[in-house]
């Protein structure tokens, strides 16, 4: 079944012995068996004179199943009134999803005619058809004829002979949505929100290539923490590779700030303790003057235990003494014995603090290191309780009274305990991902 679903205009049916459009679709693409026509208050004020709609389309579709949609609609000329006009030909087209659907681009105001587009950029399967005025210009300055005149120019319209031209053409609207789509998806991705930009892809595969989908699932899995999906969908893109952090600490890191820099502080709070944890326990193992193994908690066969280092009390007290009776003194407020278990994030700072005391009194690089630990377990602390034991979101001003520190602040420190402990800068890739996301958006999809 052929449809025809055109707005009238001034234009429409004929002006000055010519087709109007919506005529010269219905002598190209014709004969139609439903046509809906969508009719403004003059519009319809028009038709209820001289049928000349009517009398027009049913001259190039005798029989045509004709479907009047009054509006009602008295300024045609602001978006907030047209509304009806989408809903129209939602309601036509649930009708008859099969169809063959034609759309009429080019009659009605410049904001019918936009409305209409985009109408055509949301349906991509129907013909969404331009024709051009006889002069291939514009119809300003062609003022329409009376009423009373338009029968008699259906009877000599010049458009009857068969050798006149077609004025029909299917402009390529995919080359708009695409632009528009492109812009919407750039902003997604220079703010981070990868599952949106890739929704958008997916819902428009025709317009992109499968790389750019891939680059944006990869980076969907990356900051999700499944690096080993993000690489089995895409380990490079044109001799790049994607994944270039030797470890997972640095990816790790990288999705902390990730969350920073979104603004997602609850997250990145969270966060906070692995990262802390593995920087606290690399630098006590480099350590010359201080053995960390020697703490390390003995299962009953009198083996080290191999996974999650967990101190021993005993094993402490054999290896350093002293370290033990700070430990458990009340400067550190452990509350008692130490306990065996997990080697959590404020006994490795006591035991900086222990150390930076004594053999590491005068080493630049411990103090500077200790004096970072510290508040940084400060804002683990009270950071993570304040975000455990409410149900709002952690803004930037209660982050500051909790800790003293903005989000930046406490990154900036992150990220020279990361150099010092490390001996190198944690580079930041997302933005090289998203200049290869942004590079494949504008590549052309496979025909």
Known sequence: ???LFTPAGDTDPVRGFRDGAILHILRHYGPMEKVYLFLTKQMEE????EHCYTRGILQLSPGCDIHLL?????EPQKYETLTALQDAFYKAYAEYPDAEWYLNISSGTPQIKTVMT???MDYPKAHTIQVATPEKGSNKRNHPEETKDLIEMLGE???NDPESPNRCSEPDLSLLKKHGLILQITSLVGSFEYEAALHLVRQNRSLFTKDTEKLLTHAVYRENLQWKKANQVMTSWKGNILLQSPDDFTEYFQVMELRQRKKQLPEFIVKLSPILTALGIKYLQELSCFHLERCREEDRWGKKQTKEFKIGREETKRAYPGLLTFLESEETKLKGSLKDGPLYFDIMVYICKWLKNGPLSNNKKHLELTDIFVPLRKVEKNARNSVAHTITNLTEEQLKKETGMNSAEILRLLRRAAFLVRGKE????YDRLNGF???SLSEN???
């Open 1 to 3: 079944m052929k449809i």
């Open 118 to 120: 985009l109408l055509g």
């Open 426 to 429: 944690i580079s930041w890739s």
């Open 437 to 439: 996301i942004r590079e």
């Open 157 to 159: 319209n010049e458009d």
């Open 70 to 74: 009054a509006s009602g609609i008295e």
């Open 445 to 447: 999809p496979e025909s």
């Open 46 to 49: 028009k038709e209820k004179e």
